[in-house]
């Protein structure tokens, strides 16, 4: 089992930054494959990044390719989004999820989930 906790999230004017943080529960944190994911209001879940246990390997969606960077450090146990030249497009909640193995990417291939933290660019 593992509980994720995001944070990080607030309110940015476009082109600004921010680092999101997910803090992870568990002693068997470095043999999961993390993600982030996004929803915007009306919108459904979708993939923004993921990363490898070692953290050695990493993907992206187009949408983030560039000016997002997903990375991790198992010593703290915490994956990290950092998000630059940010707009109002990105506006939305960032969750954190977690699954045991490297495959498909898709919201139901991800086995756990945090609460979400809002990021919220202004135009």
């Known amino acids: 089992q593992v509980q994720l906790v995001e944070s990080g999230g607030g309110l940015v004017q476009a082109g600004g930054s921010l680092r999101l943080s997910c803090a992870a529960s568990g002693r068997t944190f470095s043999t999961y494959v993390m993600a982030w994911f996004r929803q915007a209001p009306g919108k459904e879940r979708e993939f923004g990044a993921t990363?490898?246990?070692?953290?050695?390997?990493?993907s992206y969606a187009d949408s983030a390719k560039g000016r997002f960077t997903i990375s991790r450090d198992n010593t703290k146990n915490t994956v990290y989004l950092q998000m630059n030249s940010l707009k109002a497009e990105d506006t939305a909640v960032y969750y954190c999820?977690?699954?045991?193995?490297?495959?498909?990417?898709?919201?139901?291939?991800?086995?756990?989930w945090g609460q979400g933290t809002q990021v919220t660019v202004s135009a």
């Open positions: 999820a977690a699954r045991p193995l490297w495959g498909r990417i898709g919201v139901a291939e991800y086995n756990y």
């Open positions: 990363i490898s246990g070692s953290g050695s390997t990493t």
